[in-house]
């Protein structure tokens, strides 16, 4: 996905354990998002930034914490990972926020799966 | 409250038509979209549009929206063998939440 990549890929973690997932882009857009994918779920919001430090909850919010220190870099940290935690995480970006003037919608990142044993 | 339905599979002939259906509850959504999955990857934003239209047309794609009904639909037309995929269309608000709200996608499987 041009401008957004996801690390790491894949990643195999147990139960108790923190893990951090990291979004990198280089469109410098000022919208970051996490999303989990669940079957039968769609996609569901998990954290979002709006800037440089402006981070808010989504529905599913919790057990998870964010940071965004640069423009370029979102990570998604799960404190101490739970079975119910095992998803493909979804990372997107978009040049306006949802709703707004010129809101062209969201690019993805490839995901991360995420087993949590 | 805030839902977006979509039926879950849809399975159609390569060459015919496929129509991909999506309902949802809050009629003050300002966008409404379509995106595609493909296996292993991430969602591609296929097309939107604005709720204040009824129809956009892209090549191959067709989208319906009929407000009254809170009914959207994608039309492929011709559809080909690599537009399997799942379908998710998605809508936004002017409420300020910068957010979006994903229906649970639709399963399209084209047949040879």
């Known amino acids: 996905d041009a401008g957004i990549t996801q690390s790491p890929r894949h990643k195999v973690t147990e139960t108790g354990t923190p893990v951090t997932l990291r979004c990198h882009q280089t469109?410098?857009?000022?919208?970051m998002y996490w999303y989990r994918q669940d079957p039968g779920h769609g996609l569901r919001l998990i954290h979002y930034?709006?800037?440089?430090?402006?981070?808010d909850k989504g529905e599913v919010s919790d057990g998870y914490s964010v940071s965004r220190s640069k423009t370029e870099d979102f990570l998604l940290t799960l404190e101490s990972a739970t079975s119910s935690q095992t998803s493909v995480y979804f990372c997107?970006?978009?040049?306006?926020?949802?709703?707004?003037?010129?809101?062209?919608?969201?690019?993805f990142g490839s995901g991360t799966r995420l087993t949590v044993v | 409250g805030e839902d977006v339905e979509q039926s879950l599979f849809l399975s159609v002939r390569e060459g015919d038509s496929s129509v991909i259906n999506c309902t949802y509850t809050d009629s003050s959504s300002t966008y409404l979209y379509w995106y595609k999955q493909e296996p292993g990857a991430g969602l591609q934003l296929l097309t939107y549009i604005f709720s204040n239209m009824d129809m956009k047309q892209d090549q191959r794609l067709t989208v319906l929206l009929n407000k009254k009904d809170k009914h959207l639909s994608l039309r492929i037309a011709d559809t080909q063998t690599g537009d399997s995929a799942i379908y998710f269309c998605a809508e936004t608000f002017t409420s300020g939440t910068y957010k979006y709200i994903f229906g649970t996608g639709t399963r399209l499987k084209v047949l040879a």
């Open positions: 930034s709006y800037g440089v430090k402006d981070t």
């Open positions: 997107a970006i978009s040049e306006s926020g949802a709703g707004g003037a010129g809101d062209y919608g969201y690019t």
């Open positions: 469109e410098n857009h000022r919208y």
